[in-house]
């Protein structure tokens, strides 16, 4: 079982930055990809950012230019750089693992954007 354990949340205003990390409980190169997903309020989880084991990354448009996802293997963590944040940024962000058996899910952390 690999557990996923997140913190960087919290409040800022637009235009504001937060970084999320994700500390894993085994290393994060066992994993086939890992990746940040978001749930606002009445919507749908949605994927912000991932990262393959060979260090690929991926964004929607949504996020593209303004979240950087990245890691540090020594500290089997990952992160989520967040800039130019904007009110519908807010929601409760899921750091997200995957490797051949399963999937994994940390408990999620808030953001919130708001003047």
């Known amino acids: 079982q690999v557990q996923l354990v997140e913190s960087g949340g919290g409040s800022v205003q637009p235009g504001g930055s937060l970084r999320l990390s994700c500390a894993a409980s085994?290393?994060?190169?066992?994993?086939?990809?890992m990746g940040w997903y978001r749930q606002a309020p009445g919507k749908e989880r949605e994927l912000v950012a991932t990262?393959?084991?060979?260090?690929?990354?991926g964004y929607p448009a949504s996020v593209k230019g303004r979240f950087t996802i990245s890691r540090d293997s020594a500290k089997s963590t990952v992160y989520l750089q967040m800039n130019s944040l904007k009110p519908e940024d807010t929601a409760v962000y899921y750091c997200?693992?995957?490797?051949?058996?399963?999937?994994?899910w940390g408990q999620g952390t808030q953001v919130t954007v708001s003047s």
């Open positions: 085994t290393s994060i190169f066992s994993m086939n990809y």
């Open positions: 997200n693992a995957n490797n051949v058996v399963a999937s994994y």
């Open positions: 990262i393959t084991s060979g260090g690929t990354t």
